[in-house]
Each structure stands twice: as C-alpha cells, then as structure tokens.
C-alpha cells in the first residue's frame, strides 16, 4: 500500500518568505509526527498529532513554526519568515496510534533550502 | 528518554554478520530498546525492538545482556542495500510518543 508522502520533495526560498510543507500520511493512521534533521545529526522531533489535536507541540523552536491537521489526516506544517537556519530536511511520520510502541513510518521528506 | 551511545561508523563485509553496539546504561525499566534505520536520502525504517528478551524478525536480531545497559543489532548477512545510518533509541512504552535519535553510527558494507 500507500506509504507516508511528503510535497513537495524541495523547496528553495528566500530568507523572509513563508512556506508550507505538507504531508499525507498512511490511511488510517491517528497519529502524525513532524520531526527535522539538519546535516548529520539524528532527525529531532518538532509536534505530534493524535487526530486533529497537536498533542506534543514541545519540539517546535520558536512561534514562527506551526503545523495543522484539520481533519485528522493531512497535516501541513508552516513556517513564517524563514530564516537560513531552518534549512534542513524536514521528515513526516505517521503510525497506526499514539498509544503502546507503535512503530512510526517515515516518509522522504522535504528539503527546505532558505538562501 | 535515557541516552544511547553508538560508535559513529563500522564497516562490514558483504556477506558478513554486521553487529551494531549500543550502549544504553542509564536505561529505565520500562523503557524499551528500540532500531531504526536511514538509507542515504530516505526517511528512517523501523527495525526491530525489545524490553529484555532477545528477539529477531525477517530483517535483524536484537541482543539485550541481561542487565540491559546495552544491546547489539545483528544483521546476519549484509548486502549492500544495508549501508544506512543505524539509531539506537530507548524510549517508554506508553506517554512519550516521540523518537530522541542520537547521530547514529554509520554502516558501510564494504563489496
């Protein structure tokens, strides 16, 4: 089936400008989790949604970042007035719930280049 | 969650068992032990993970010593397509739902 998708695959932008980063996660998964990894390190989580809800928005770095899920199942994470610092790739995972060591499942994710 | 500590890189024979250390020596009780994976370009893949037990599916098998500060990652016979970035992460089993990766160790299975 289906794996996580994530669009665009790159997006270059200039310093100041506004993105959006969308994914679309695996059909029928309650949870969705935004995590971003700079150039070797680890991914570094951001927020996750259990439905609708963000139920962990404690990885966000500061009130430029934000991220929906308005209907439980696409999730766009936003970011006003980029700054060179947020180039990183920018990952989306999803599992099945929230609840019990459910494994997540990644998809590509998005490169963000801010010059 | 408690920190993990990996060997940045390894090298490994095509063919051969490639067995990844992790040390994990300030793990709690109900934290489990859990491998996920990334190919160049990709998101990380899930592995395998376990509490105390050893345990082993279709892609690899987890070794836990009995007092749980560290873990080995066995992949029996490495082909190419297994040179990835390797996570070891010790993470709660209910009420903390996200993933802490460290840096990783870097596997390269040499042909």
């Known amino acids: 089936g289906a794996g ?44 996750y949604f259990q439905g609708t809800g963000a139920a962990d928005d404690s990885g966000l770095p500061n009130d430029r970042f934000f991220a929906v899920r308005p209907e439980g199942s696409v999730s766009t994470l936003k970011i006003q007035r980029t700054e060179r610092g947020d180039s990183a790739v920018y990952l ?24 | 969650d408690a920190k993990t500590t990996q060997p940045p890189s390894m090298d490994c024979a095509e063919g051969r068992a490639a067995n990844l250390p992790c040390n994990h020596s300030t793990i709690s009780g ?13 998101g990380p ?5 376990g509490l105390k037990n050893n345990e082993t599916n279709e892609m690899a098998s987890l070794i836990i ?47």
């Open chain 1, 4 to 47: 996580v998708s994530q669009t665009p695959s790159n997006k270059v932008t200039e310093k100041g400008k506004y993105v959006e980063l969308r994914c679309d996660p695996i059909s029928g998964h309650t949870a969705l989790y935004w995590y971003r990894q700079s150039l070797g390190q680890g991914p570094e989580f951001l927020i």
């Open chain 1, 92 to 115: 989306c995972a999803s599992s099945l719930s929230a609840a019990g060591l459910r494994e997540q499942y990644f998809g590509p994710g998005t490169r963000l280049t801010v010059t």
């Open chain 2, 30 to 42: 109900n934290e489990y032990v859990y491998w996920y994976r990334q190919i160049h370009s990709q």
């Open chain 2, 45 to 49: 893949q899930y592995i395998i993970h």
């Open chain 2, 65 to 111: 010593t009995e007092d749980r500060k560290s873990s080995t990652l066995i992949l029996p016979h490495a082909t190419l397509r297994d040179t990835a970035v390797y996570y070891c992460i010790v993470r709660v089993d209910f009420g903390n739902e996200k993933l802490t990766f460290g840096t990783g160790t870097r596997l390269t299975i040499i042909p």
